[in-house]
């Protein structure tokens, strides 16, 4: 009983094709995110959604377009994928924070290693 | 200003020996928390330890504790006893209570290797 999940683990692909991302969470969380680690381990937030409505969407290409069809899902798809996309992308959840509250933290899915040749 | 600034890109520890971690933050939000993620090589992100900005003791979870100086801005991160399978990069990160949008404000990481 995974609680953020992502599929695929792997992803190889060439340069210009278009690739999809999917996230699920069975922890019942408002709020879900996409990260992308680069080969520095730095971690940059893309976009985050609350209850399907995009919160965040830092300075990302508009070739990545985030898609939540319902609370528990948030999928990331690329187009026209780029050598410098190459990179591991984490989802991950946490609940919503109620004002003043800051408690919860967010749980990170197993990663997806995107390899563009 | 960074939020979350890690200033040890790697460190080096003797295994059952104790290090510290580093971790300085900026916010002017009094509600706050800080969280410590440890992650090996395997890729997976783990959390490790919380700290809430009114929480009067410092945190601890077994070997991890977290160094509270709450006017200095920092939250170091220590773990004791080292072990080989700490050997990991660590990422400190911190949410605002005001911050509806949920965002988490990660650090560069540290890189941590115990040597046996």
């Known amino acids: 009983d995974t609680a953020v999940s992502q599929t695929p683990k792997y992803l190889v692909t060439q340069m210009g094709n278009d690739k999809s991302i999917k996230c699920e969470q069975n922890l019942g969380h408002d709020t879900m995110y996409w990260y992308k680690q680069d080969s520095k381990k730095f971690l940059k937030i893309m976009f985050s959604y609350n209850n399907k409505e995009l919160i965040i969407n830092e300075t990302v290409p508009n070739r990545f377009s985030p898609k939540s069809p319902d609370k528990a899902h948030l999928n990331l798809h690329i187009n026209s994928l780029e050598l410098g996309d190459s990179a591991v992308y984490f989802c991950a959840s946490s609940p919503r924070s109620l004002a003043g509250l800051s408690a919860y933290e967010q749980y990170f899915g197993p990663g997806t290693r995107l390899t563009v040749t | ?116």
């Open chain 2, 1 to 116: 200003a960074q939020k979350i600034t890690q200033t040890q890109p790697g460190m080096f520890v003797q295994e059952k020996e104790a290090v510290t971690l580093d971790c300085t933050y900026d916010t002017s939000d009094p509600s706050y928390g800080l969280f410590w993620y440890k992650q090996p090589s395997s890729g997976e992100m783990i959390f490790l330890i919380y700290q809430g900005s009114y929480d009067q003791q410092n945190a601890t979870e077994g070997r991890y504790s977290l160094n509270f100086q709450k006017a200095r801005k920092s939250a170091n991160l220590v773990i004791s006893a080292s072990q080989l399978g700490d050997s990991a990069m660590y990422f400190c990160a911190m949410r605002e209570g005001r911050d509806t949008g949920n965002q988490f404000y990660f650090g560069t990481g540290t890189s941590l290797t115990v040597i046996p």
